[in-house]
């Protein structure tokens, strides 16, 4: 963790993960692009292997009621004072960007409520495991991308958080209460505090944010320059005059 590697002496000489954070909610469909195309840059990348991902907590509307009523389209007409046949077109062609990342995406046929207790399930997954968490993030995006389910209903939670493998019982009684609630604040809080006014942000290392859903070669650079930056290499001077021993013997002077 980036966090462990500050933490060491200067005398402890290993390599560390490097750490990328990726704010974002589970019905943006940017989001969703945004994580294929990192997925391109991250395969491409030399010490992807040595890289930690992990995603953080970010609700697009807070107060987002548990369902909302009417269609996207409509809804999106009615935000952004389009037509419908606008926001149609707009729903239409976000689908067609999501097929070229490899997304089958249907935005008209969403069914977009309330994600805190999507959030909180994926914190549950993280404290299992890295995997299992990152596994119900993917899980709960293409749930609602892909199946057009409302992954606002404690019954789909409770489908996704059993496809992953997590214990059905745990899962009951998560959506029940309010378990991991404070950390999903806690990852809201922190995203307002690094300069996130919207999703996807991705924080490498702690050293670089990068908004949006940038495209996979630009991703691909910021994960080198950050891996530079929290590697760094020596660079060895040579200077043609200089004396020095080699094994058991030594230049003398002339």
């Given at each position: ?7 060491r ?30 997925e ?99 899980a ?115």
């Open positions: 963790m980036v966090g462990d590697r500050r933490n002496s200067s005398a402890e000489v290993v390599r560390l993960d490097m750490l990328v954070e990726i704010w974002s909610d589970v019905v943006c469909p940017w989001c969703y692009i945004g994580k294929r195309r990192f391109k840059a991250l395969g491409r990348f030399e010490h992807a292997s040595e890289v930690e991902v992990r995603w953080r907590s970010f609700e697009l509307d807070p107060r987002a009621p548990f369902r909302r009523s009417g269609d996207m389209a409509s809804h999106l007409a009615a935000k952004y004072g389009l037509s419908l046949e606008q926001a149609q077109r707009q729903l239409k062609h976000m689908d067609s960007m999501a097929a070229g990342e490899g997304l089958d995406m249907a935005l008209a046929d969403t069914k977009p409520g309330n994600t805190f207790a999507a959030h909180r399930l994926i914190h549950l997954g993280y404290s299992k495991d890295p995997e299992t968490g990152a596994a119900i993030k993917e709960l995006l293409h749930a609602y991308f892909v199946d057009r389910v409302a992954v606002s209903e404690p019954e789909e939670l409770a489908r996704v958080a059993a496809s992953v493998g997590l214990d059905p019982a745990e899962v009951a009684d998560l959506l029940a209460g309010d378990r991991f609630g404070e950390q999903v604040r806690s990852d809201e809080r922190e995203a307002a505090e690094l300069g996130a006014t919207g999703v996807p942000f991705f924080v490498f290392d702690r050293s670089f944010a990068v908004p949006g859903a940038q495209d996979a070669d630009t991703l691909l650079a910021i994960l080198r320059r950050a891996w530079q930056r929290s590697h760094p290499t020596l660079e060895v001077i040579s200077a043609p005059t200089a004396a020095v021993c080699d094994g058991d013997a030594c230049e003398m002077p002339t």
